[in-house]
Nanobody
Framework: QVQLVESGGGLVQAGDSPRLSCAAS????????MGWFRQAPGKEREFVAA????????YYTNSVKGRFTISRDAAKNTVYLQMNSLKPEDTAVYYC?????????????????WGQGTQVTVSS
């Protein structure tokens, strides 16, 4: 099992650019991909971004492409999501997840380990 703890969420204004962090611990040697998902009330959980741990390939959903950047610090076992120019429609609980698949993974069910989520609320 991989333990994931997100941080960095909170109440922000439209146009703000916070950075989310996800610290991983436990059996992290098997993790090949780290992803960020988000879920708003009454909506399905959706893919946001993912990073291939070894090759540093990154992938983004169209709604955040050009605004969000996913990165990792291997020494700290931490993945980040830099979110720029936030919009009210970005409001959601953001989840960090770990997968053993070293390929673009956009399906939530393929991630075995999840963090507790961090709320990001964007006011206009």
């Amino acid at each position: 099992q991989v333990q994931l703890v997100e941080s960095g969420g909170g109440l922000v204004q439209a146009g703000d650019s916070p950075r989310l962090s996800c610290a991983a611990s436990g059996r992290t040697h098997y993790t090949a991909t780290m992803g960020w998902f988000r879920q708003a009330p009454g909506k399905e959980r959706e893919f946001v971004a993912a990073i291939i741990w070894s090759g540093e390939g990154t992938y983004y959903t169209n709604s955040v492409k050009g605004r969000f950047t996913i990165s990792r610090d291997a020494a700290k076992n931490t993945v980040y999501l830099q979110m720029n120019s936030l919009k009210p429609e970005d409001t959601a609980v953001y989840y960090c997840a770990a997968s053993r698949l070293d390929r673009p993974v956009v399906i939530a069910q393929t991630y075995a380990d999840w963090g507790q989520g961090t709320q990001v609320t964007v006011s206009s």
